[in-house]
T-cell receptor
Framework: TQLLEQSPQFLSIQEGENLTVYCNSS?????LQWYRQEPGEGPVLLVT?????EVKKLKRLTFQFGDARKDSSLHITAAQPGDTGLYLC???????????FGAGTILRVKS | NAGVMQNPRHLVRRRGQEARLRCSPM?????VYWYRQLPEEGLKFMVY????????ESGMPKERFSAEFPKEGPSILRIQQVVRGDSAAYFC????????????FGPGTRLTVL
């Protein structure tokens, strides 16, 4: 069974600070997706990275897929209170169809 | 709204009753996945279906749980004789047939077993 370790579990920062969330595995994934989930709602897809070494930017969010497609990071620049939420990484199995989820990072941005 | 739809959003059942959760995938999506999110735990895969076929049910408990995705109508996740441990949020996701399996999630059904 593939595992995806996500860190940190909790992150509380001041508005304007930068942060990075990491997802690591010993397994290779065909793609990796980042989601954001609000309380009482389903995960909302932020980005999908497919190619090893790929970097995607979404406004103040930068997503990177490791060269070996085993790890990924999410970097937020100048965090805003509106960034507060649960961030989830999910890897698509190389020879399957299901997503393997990390445990999530709860981000709180204080104004 | 062309997103994944799930109903009901909240479901309360007493121990021993049956729970039926429904999922309508996004328009144009023929692949459906069910995941469960237990309190204080991450999302866990349960089952993957295409129209009229179960492709992978490796995450589904062997007893009391079943899933279907008929030719017409929504996908159904059925839990028979519910127990308190079944209380969780159940999410459905859908995708088109692509190499990298980009999945879009519904709002979930929160099941509470009394």
């Amino acid at each position: 069974t593939q595992l995806l370790e996500q860190s940190p579990q909790f992150l509380s920062i001041q508005e304007g600070e930068n942060l990075t969330v990491y997802c690591n595995s010993s397994s290779v994934f065909s793609s990796l997706q980042w989601y954001r989930q609000e309380p009482g709602e389903g995960p909302v897809l932020l980005v999908t990275v497919v190619t090893g070494g790929e970097v995607k930017k979404l406004k103040r969010l930068t997503f990177q897929f490791g060269d070996a497609r085993k790890d990924s990071s999410l970097h937020i620049t100048a965090a805003q209170p509106g960034d507060t939420g649960l961030y989830l990484c999910a890897g698509a199995e190389e020879y399957g169809n299901k997503l393997v989820f990390g445990a999530g990072t709860i981000l709180r941005v204080k104004s | 709204n062309a997103g994944v739809m799930q109903n009901p959003r909240h479901l309360v059942r007493r121990r021993g009753q049956e729970a039926r959760l429904r999922c309508s995938p996004m328009k144009g999506h023929s692949h459906v996945y069910w995941y469960r999110q237990l309190p204080e735990e991450g999302l866990k895969f349960m089952v993957y279906l295409q129209k009229e076929n179960i492709i992978d049910e490796s995450g589904m408990p062997k007893e009391r749980f079943s899933a279907e995705f008929p030719k017409e109508g929504p996908s159904i996740l059925r839990i028979q004789q519910v127990v308190r441990g079944d209380s969780a949020a159940y999410f459905c996701a859908s995708s088109v047939e692509r190499d990298y399996n980009e999945q879009f999630f519904g709002p979930g059904t929160r099941l509470t077993v009394l």
